[in-house]
């Protein structure tokens, strides 16, 4: 492939990284990850509420890695309470990218190694991140726990819940992460363990020879 043609490879490859990064970074800092409705289930069993009268008892929370705000409803009014890295490995896979496209790369973890390695590591750690908060969520009852958090008069249940924009954001960054290690491949570069099996062909055909 022509220099030219890596360079804009290269260059797509560090916007986009770069742009993960910011992504990432505006994902975090946020409460959109977990966005649900609550229902007061002490209040409504006591008045035996059903239909419209439900709604009165039905409260909104919703949540991100760090913090997160939740409106209690238990048929007296709203109450809002609040309770209270991905991104450098972003950055140093676009620093990579760039340094490919207008320097001199090496052979180690500057080269296109680095590429694969830096794009693998912020992949998975995305992909780690949302399993791991995911299977919270679902398997553990987050949202539950939460809404119960030193409640003493009211149980709390609950009774909707739906990843939001965050959590889908952070899903997109660890695609194009992926996308960036598929564009090495499309600039002329092996995959790491397939150039190891190349040379390991190599030289078992040397020992055969001798």
């Avoid at 360079?7 to 800092?29: D, E, M, Y």
């Avoid at 990843?163 to 598929?182: M, Q, R, Y």
């Amino acid at each position: 492939m022509p220099a030219q043609q890596k360079k804009i490879i290269f260059c797509a490859a560090g916007v986009l990284s770069f742009a993960c990064a910011l992504g990432t970074a505006a994902a975090i800092g946020t409460q959109l990850w977990v966005k649900g409705t609550i229902l007061c289930k002490t209040g409504a069993l006591l008045v035996n509420a059903t239909g419209q009268e439900l709604e009165k008892f039905i409260g909104e929370i919703q949540y991100g890695l760090f913090y997160g705000e939740r409106v209690r409803q238990c048929g007296l009014g709203g109450r809002p309470s609040q309770f209270s890295l991905l991104l450098v490995f972003a950055l140093v896979g676009a620093g990579f990218f760039m340094f490919n496209a207008f320097g001199s790369p090496y052979e180690t973890l500057h080269g296109p190694v680095g590429l694969y390695l830096w794009s693998f590591i912020a992949c998975s750690c995305g992909c780690l991140i949302m399993i791991l908060f995911s299977s919270e969520v679902k398997i553990h009852h987050l949202s539950e726990k939460i809404a119960n958090f030193r409640e003493g008069s009211f149980t709390f249940k609950t009774h909707s819940e739906q990843f939001a924009n965050s959590f889908w954001i952070i899903l997109v960054c660890s695609l194009v992460h992926f996308l960036n290690a598929l564009l090495i491949r499309v600039a002329g570069f092996e995959f790491p363990f397939s150039k190891s099996k190349d040379s390991a062909t190599t030289t078992g055909a040397v020992d055969l020879m001798y």
